[in-house]
């Protein structure tokens, strides 16, 4: 590791541990809460991201040998989203993470009404991290179910933590639309999601994977886009944002150059507050802010109507 490179982890593990102790100290200052059954609570302590450190990046080529539903049908988004299927108790604040405290099981169908079957997640974090842009996304969009995708599994325990903390703490008012889950999105993204079921996807500050050789493990690629668009409605967007200008040239090149997208700029995009947040919300954006380093963000939507097999062959040869 270079001096520049051991400086700037200095750094971020400075802003990590006065962001944990920033949101610790938020909490305590009442003891009780009357939730929204009536009942008396005690506030939770908030987690703190010191107890679940872990390398930054996983190979995602890897085996994930963690339990996968067999097809969207066979995922149960109450466990996740309780409040938008009529449970009132945050499903007794049990946790579902698939990691190895919080475990998924994806053995049975679940059992609702054709109503609640419409019940869908609406926008994806792919690589949520800690979970701040989860957040800001649940404040602004509160009626869309908002989903965090964690390859490392203490990150996703963190998370599913602190939103559930978040919950209890509010009462159950707040926070009831988001959620995440451990799992590898490279592999297993189809065993989530229904065709055209999206209206917004997430990459921020994606492992680089500097080296060449490595390259294949980039969650932006031109096999990985036709998924992505596949899983998105007409007009849903992909957001991306990073602080390595040789990635954000790769993004923009493969969307730009992918017939079923197109790049959303002007007023259009300096007028997305989802630009904001990806900049300047994000665990990884504070850090990058602190370090007086540039934030590259792009935004594609995709085109409406279907293109012809010639080009899409075209494309991919």
């Known amino acids: 590791m270079s001096q520049e490179e051991a400086k700037a982890k200095a750094q971020d593990n400075e802003i990590e541990n006065e962001d944990s102790d920033n949101e610790e100290a938020k909490i305590g200052q009442n003891t009780e809460i009357i939730d929204t059954m009536g009942r008396v609570r005690q506030y939770v302590t908030m987690p703190k991201k010191t107890n679940y450190r872990m390398r930054a990046h996983i190979n995602p080529l890897n085996e994930f040998k963690h339990p996968i539903p067999p097809s969207p049908e066979w995922v149960d988004w109450s466990v996740h989203f309780p409040a938008f299927f009529g449970i009132l108790d945050n499903n007794e604040d049990k946790l579902v993470a698939n990691v190895a405290e919080f475990p998924a099981c994806y053995d049975k169908k679940p059992e609702h009404s054709e109503e609640l079957k419409k019940v869908k997640v609406d926008i994806l974090d792919i690589g949520c991290g800690y979970g701040n842009l989860l957040l800001e996304l649940s404040k602004e969009f509160p009626n869309d179910l908002i989903f965090g995708m964690e390859i490392r599994d203490k990150v996703t325990e963190f998370v599913v933590n602190k939103i559930n903390s978040l919950r209890i703490n509010s009462g159950y008012t707040k926070f009831t639309n988001v959620s995440a889950i451990r799992t590898n999105v490279m592999k297993c993204i189809f065993n989530y999601f229904e065709k055209e079921t999206l209206s917004k996807m997430f990459f921020c500050f994606a492992d680089p994977h500097f080296k060449k050789v490595n390259f294949r493990r980039r969650i932006i690629n031109s096999s990985l886009l036709t998924e992505y668009a596949y899983l998105l409605k007409e007009g849903g967007k992909i957001y991306t944002v ?22 959303v700029t002007g007023e259009e995009k300096d007028n997305d507050p989802c630009i904001k947040m990806m900049c300047e919300m994000t665990d990884e954006a504070k850090k990058v802010i602190k370090r007086g380093d540039p934030c590259w963000a792009a935004v594609f939507r995709k085109k409406a109507g279907k293109p012809s097999e010639q080009t899409m062959l075209k494309y991919f040869l």
């Open 242 to 263: 990073t602080d390595v200008k040789s990635l954000y040239d790769w993004n923009v090149s493969f969307l730009g150059s992918h017939p079923l997208f197109e790049e």
